[in-house]
């Protein structure tokens, strides 16, 4: 497939071909982070839109609860009014509506967030005043006088809950999928370029970008984004190719899983929360979910790969209550805030790999992995890299300064014939000097290396000097 790119961050007009492999250069503030963050953007935010929608009804059915509890206040009356009683004649659950903590793993476990929607009016339409003292419980000097001021005031209290329910009707009733894709565009691109996604050297009065995916001429994914006033998206077509996309550019994200919000993080996540880096997190604690066949399929495809980590780094990373640990065999677990920095992007690959999260239907975006390598580990990256494309048929974009590891990149696709699956990408300024376009340049990657010994040159002539 073809990812397309205008207008966007530092880049002002680059087609780059999405197929097994590709690699881009460049000097730094080049863009090219810029590719990988708009097409992790794309991807994750035109994904599983259904189940999105799904989930953010339910944090907002879950807020709605919260909100009509209050307003409503039926607690502060509990020991004056039969609250089971009534919920056997309604044969609905007041519990929400009673206690307010509710859980929010209980609310994931229900499959219809519209029925649960739906039993919250009714209840709310059900329990008015005189409803309460039907169901009162006999007081022995007549109606308490808390009760009765309560009953006085409830009213307008209930009437601020129907108006919160109304509000929130239609987002339960009418899925507007196309708006929702627009929104979701618009919100992680905001996220993922800090709110600046149009080139900040360009004067315009329309800021448009634009966003275009292809494959052998089939459109994908089209859209625009316009910045006036924030960030808004017009999505013309939300086609994907590729359904599941992992960025990784920091190996110290493993040290962010941290005594204090383990707990939190491991139990619930943000599940709304679409940054690459959120959702690497919740990649990362997440428990393996696979069914037996499914790990005997994902073993024989992976196997190889697995023992070549293993070969560097022979232990896992485990989940404990206390934290994330790397641990080896008749060894002492190892906090991962202790591991080196290269272990920890070995562990990473590792561990996505044998969870499932790297296959053939996974674009897997790497900046700069071979950055805290030795050069004897970056070719045994650059291997990994290979075959995760060869034997799994997933697809890797990465960003690398090194020429030992492009080297490696350039051997191992050779190795395991993979020339034809492996594209190269230069960033070149344009006329502006301002903006960059991505050249092509398989067949001339002398012109990379070439770009990486202009340094070498110019500090040997001083150093001859």
């Not at 009509?68 to 009014?81: G, M, P």
Request: proline fraction near 3%; charged fraction near 25%; aromatic fraction near 10%.
């Amino acid at each position: 497939m073809e990812l397309i790119l205008q207008n966007i961050g530092i880049i002002n007009n680059a087609t780059i071909k999405i197929k097994g492999l590709t690699v881009i250069c460049g000097n730094n503030n080049s863009g090219k982070s810029t590719v990988g963050k708009a097409l992790y953007a794309t991807i994750e935010s035109l994904s599983n839109l259904e189940e999105k929608i799904h989930d953010e009804l339910i944090m907002n059915y879950r807020r709605t609860i919260s909100s009509i509890s209050r307003l409503l206040d039926l607690e502060s009356v509990a020991k004056y009014v039969d609250f089971d009683r009534m919920q056997e004649v309604l044969q609905k659950d007041l519990s929400p509506l009673l206690h307010t903590s509710l859980g929010y793993r209980r609310l994931l476990e229900y499959v219809d967030v519209v029925e649960l929607f739906i039993n919250l009016k009714e209840i709310v339409d059900f329990i008015t005043p005189q409803t309460l003292l039907d169901f009162s419980i006999k007081q022995k000097n007549g109606l308490p006088k808390k009760f009765s001021v309560f009953l006085d005031n409830y009213n307008e209290n209930r009437d601020r809950a129907m108006s919160v329910l109304e509000e929130m009707n239609k987002y339960y009733f009418d899925k507007d999928l196309q708006g929702f894709a627009e929104r979701s565009v618009a919100s992680l691109f905001n996220v993922e370029f800090n709110g600046q996604v149009y080139p900040i050297n360009l004067k315009s009065k329309e800021k448009k970008s634009t966003v275009l995916i292809t494959k052998n001429g089939e459109m994908g994914s089209h859209f625009t984004l316009i910045e006036k006033k924030g960030l808004s998206a017009n999505v013309m077509d939300s086609k994907l190719f590729l359904h599941n996309a992992i960025y990784v550019e920091d190996p110290y994200v493993l040290d962010k899983i941290t005594d204090d919000n383990l707990p939190l993080m491991y139990r619930y996540g943000n599940r709304l929360d679409y940054s690459h880096s959120a959702k690497l997190n919740r990649l990362l604690l997440k428990r393996e979910t696979n069914s037996i066949i499914e790990q005997s399929i994902n073993r024989d495809r992976y196997d190889d790969i697995i023992n070549k980590i293993s070969d560097i780094i022979p232990g896992v990373l485990t989940i404990r209550e206390s934290g994330m640990y790397y641990e080896e065999p008749e060894k002492e677990p190892l906090k991962v805030q202790n591991l080196a920095t290269g272990s920890k992007m070995f562990s990473i690959i590792k561990n996505l790999l044998e969870k499932g999260e790297i296959n053939f239907d996974t674009m897997l975006i790497l900046d700069e992995p071979e950055a805290h390598l030795h050069p004897a580990w970056q070719n045994v990256f650059a291997e990994v890299i290979v075959l995760l494309v060869k034997e799994l048929g997933t697809n890797i974009l990465l960003t690398t300064h090194s020429p030992n590891f492009l080297m490696a990149l350039e051997a191992y696709s050779k190795k395991y014939e993979l020339l034809e699956k492996a594209n190269y990408y230069m960033a070149k300024h344009n006329d502006s000097k301002y903006m960059v376009d991505y050249i092509c340049v398989n067949g001339r990657i002398s012109e990379i290396y070439s770009s990486f010994a202009l340094p070498l040159v110019e500090v040997k002539k001083i150093k001859d000097e």
